[in-house]
């Protein structure tokens, strides 16, 4: 026996693909599909191939979507002039578990980034300027990432919508809820005290 | 949106049955599969399709194969005389990975428990039987797992398989080679101990 036989290889090879997942993850894994019925290798296979061919980008705000226009896009009871900028589905979940916020989305993609060569045209920029032109936008609220590339990002956004006459805002730095001081870095200590409230 | 669309939920549905995987790394796995083209999903797809149809169970030695008789048990240069058992084929692998043992293996798939309800009907015991009736088999090593199963299914089959007239032998306990003393545990340390040998 020479290593493992092909299929099994194979199988291990895409598990060791998906990200953090290490050869001895990712043969654990692929054992545990040996080890489950024909059924369950089958459902997990169709749950692949659905999840590339039924999820669409939403045509509004780019977020992902099981048809045309999302769900959050086409709900009559959201608030249509405020749009909160984020750079994933992931963040657009995130805010959605808060329930606080009632406005709409739009999805970058990503980030400006020129040294992964991520310039504005790779991202959905195009696409929420075009959301700007009716007049029901009043504010766009930016939620990229707190990093380099996040501010970068939310920089140029600013620029380019401020001169629209739309409200631009940012979400707030400071020290998470619950957290410990001790453990926030300098970072985020200082912008907690630059953007200190009073009582 | 509640929650996630349906074909992104049921991705992470499936994720999240695999060992050691959690709701996070779920989410995590399924996002990079989003991310990644539609060829690379299909290929996932396929490669837990062909792991469940194209592997078999060797008629021989019951080790996962591809084809009817394994790569082992079809090898010329194996020693004939000489059967490892082994709980898994995972132990298949690692024994191989020494090079030094060039005999046949037997798979259980699995070890006696009978809190689990495993008893020798759910081993591959009466198979392991069957290939010492041509008298040509002199040795059977006891590889199983080093723990209360693994024990009890070695003195069952040594029990067993003593009357046919075949040598009866199981692994060395001890130390584990490169590791520290001071982190063996006491029963290690004890089997070390009396299994010590003199230089």
Same mark, same amino acid.
């Given at each position: ?30 054992? #545990?599909?040996l080890?489950?019925? !024909?059924?369950? =290798? $089958?459902a997990?296979?169709q =749950?692949?191939?659905?999840a590339? $061919? ?5 045509? &509004?705000? $780019? /977020?992902?979507?099981d048809? !045309?226009?999302?769900?959050?896009? #086409? ?14 589905s ?20 990503? =980030? ?5 060569? &991520?310039?504005?045209? $790779? ?7 075009a ?8 504010e766009?609220?930016?939620?990229? /990432?707190? /990093? &380099? ?8 956004? #600013? ?6 006459g ?19 870095? !300098? ?5 907690? &005290? ?6």
């Amino acid at each position: 026996m020479q290593g493992y036989i092909l299929p099994l290889e194979k199988l291990i090879e895409q598990f060791e693909r998906l990200p953090g997942i290490g050869h001895k993850t990712a043969v654990r894994l692929a054992f #545990s599909i040996l080890e489950g019925s !024909e059924e369950e =290798a $089958q459902a997990f296979a169709q =749950a692949l191939l659905d999840a590339k $061919q039924k999820i669409v980008r939403c045509k &509004i705000c $780019q /977020n992902i979507s099981d048809a !045309e226009i999302c769900s959050v896009c #086409s709900d009559p009871k959201r608030d249509r002039t405020m749009i909160c900028v984020v750079e994933d589905s992931k963040a657009v979940m995130a805010l959605e578990r808060v329930k606080e916020y009632t406005g709409l989305y739009h999805v970058l993609h990503g =980030a400006l980034s020129p040294m992964d060569g &991520i310039g504005p045209d $790779q991202l959905t920029i195009r696409e929420l300027i075009a959301r700007l032109t009716d007049g029901e936008v009043r504010e766009i609220l930016l939620a990229t /990432n707190p /990093n &380099i590339e996040g501010e970068t990002t939310a920089v140029y956004l #600013s620029k380019l919508m401020k001169p629209l006459g739309v409200r631009v805002s940012r979400l707030a730095y400071g020290v998470p809820v619950g957290g410990d001081i001790d453990y926030a870095d !300098e970072v985020t200590l200082f912008r907690a &005290i630059e953007g200190r409230r009073d009582l």
